[in-house]
C-alpha cells in the first residue's frame, strides 16, 4: 500500500531555505527508489533529486546540485528534502515519487506513486 504525502512548502525569502518532507502514510517505501520533481507555473514537470532504496546514492538535477540535499530514514518512511540558497527559480509545486524500481532515475515514467505535491514560493 502506497500513498505518498508532501509537506513543509510555503513562502521563503531568496537566498534562505526550506525543508520538505516525503512519507508513506500506508506503511513502508519497500526496495524502491524515491525522487522529488517540481513543476513550476506554466511549465512541465522537471526531475529534482532521486535517492535510491538504500540511501547510499543520490542524484540531482544539475539546477539544484549544492544546494538541496536528499537523505532517507527507511525506519520512520520517511524521505526529507532539504534546499539551502533557495531562489526564485525555485518556485512551483514539489512532488515525491516512489519508483518501480530499487534504482534511482531521472524519468517520470519510472515512478508509479505520486503525491498530491506541496508547493513552494521563493520570493525575490
Known amino acids: 500500500q502506497v500513498q505518498l504525502v508532501e509537506s513543509g512548502g510555503g513562502v521563503v525569502q531568496a537566498g534562505g531555505s526550506l525543508g520538505l518532507s516525503c512519507v508513506n502514510s500506508k506503511g513502508a517505501f519497500g526496495k524502491y527508489a524515491i525522487a522529488w520533481f517540481r513543476q513550476a507555473p506554466g511549465k512541465e514537470r522537471e526531475f529534482v533529486g532521486a535517492?535510491?532504496?538504500?540511501?547510499?546514492?543520490?542524484s540531482y538535477a544539475d539546477s539544484v546540485k549544492g544546494r538541496f540535499t536528499i537523505s532517507r530514514d527507511n525506519a520512520k518512511n520517511m524521505v526529507p528534502l532539504q534546499m539551502n540558497s533557495l531562489k526564485p527559480e525555485d518556485t512551483g509545486v514539489y512532488y515525491c515519487a516512489r519508483s518501480r524500481y530499487p534504482y534511482a532515475d531521472r524519468q517520470e515514467v519510472m515512478y508509479d506513486f505520486w503525491g498530491q505535491g506541496t508547493q513552494v514560493t521563493v520570493s525575490s
Open positions: 535517492i535510491n532504496w538504500s540511501g547510499i546514492t543520490v
